[in-house]
């Protein structure tokens, strides 16, 4: 196993420290589809379909609801989706009642 020198740490002698979650920030649905021109409604039903492997979380505060969000990566994937989509309407699977 080869590991990433900009992911290891040493806390002390003979410990040795792996960071796994390099995330530092993620970015609400309303925000990526205000920056993408698109509706929030919209975007949650095609990134209903994305998985956390694909970027996508929930965040959740005190006394409210969960808000959909996405990493980078969640974001490059959703975009990927919206290309998809878009050349294919018929694929929108939410429209069709499945």
């Known amino acids: 196993m ?9 806390f002390s002698p003979g410990c040795l420290i792996m960071h796994i979650n390099k995330v530092h ?3 609400t649905i309303n925000r ?3 920056d993408l021109g698109e509706s929030e409604d919209w975007l949650s ?3 209903n379909e994305m998985d956390i492997e ?3 979380i929930w965040v959740y505060g005190v006394g409210e609801d969960g808000v959909m969000a996405f990493t ?3 974001i490059e994937n959703l975009i990927e989706l919206i290309k998809i989509y878009k050349d294919d309407p018929t694929l ?3 429209d069709r009642g499945e």
């Open 72 to 74: 980078d990566f969640g």
């Open 2 to 10: 080869e590991l990433d020198a900009a992911s290891v740490s040493y």
């Open 32 to 34: 990526v589809a205000n």
């Open 54 to 56: 694909d970027g996508v």
């Open 45 to 47: 039903d095609v990134a």
């Open 25 to 27: 920030h993620v970015t």
């Open 92 to 94: 929108k699977r939410w």
